[in-house]
């Protein structure tokens, strides 16, 4: 079992910038593909950053591609998500997950979810 913990998370204003990190428990932190995801009020959780396990691969959604960057430190157990140009729109929760290893895209092809963060971005 994975055990995550997001933080970083605060409020900022639009075209500002965050840093978020999500740490996790384990001995095989580096055997996992990880994603970030985040969730809106009244919306369903999305997709916003996958990392595979050497790192070596990420993949964006089209919403904060060039402006995000997904990467990760395998010796620390920790994967970050770097915001910049941050937008009124990108205010939500997020979370980190450990991949199942069928998909990266998709909620349920994730499990092990961390708590979240708040990004609030005003305009």
């Known amino acids: 079992q994975v055990q995550l913990v997001e933080s970083g998370g605060g409020l900022v204003q639009a075209g500002g910038s965050l840093r978020l990190s999500c740490a996790a428990s384990?001995?095989?932190?580096?055997?996992?593909?990880m994603g970030w995801f985040r969730q809106a009020p009244g919306l369903e959780r999305e997709f916003v950053a996958a990392?595979?396990?050497?790192?070596?691969?990420?993949y964006y959604a089209d919403s904060v591609k060039g402006r995000f960057t997904i990467s990760r430190d395998n010796a620390k157990n920790t994967v970050y998500l770097q915001m910049n140009s941050l937008k009124p729109e990108d205010t939500a929760v997020y979370y980190c997950?450990?991949?199942?290893?069928?998909?990266?895209?998709?909620?349920?092809?994730?499990?092990?979810w961390g708590q979240g963060t708040q990004v609030t971005v005003s305009s």
């Open positions: 384990g001995r095989t932190f580096s055997s996992y593909t």
């Open positions: 997950a450990v991949d199942l290893g069928y998909g990266l895209r998709r909620v349920l092809d994730y499990e092990y």
């Open positions: 990392i595979v396990r050497s790192g070596g691969s990420t």
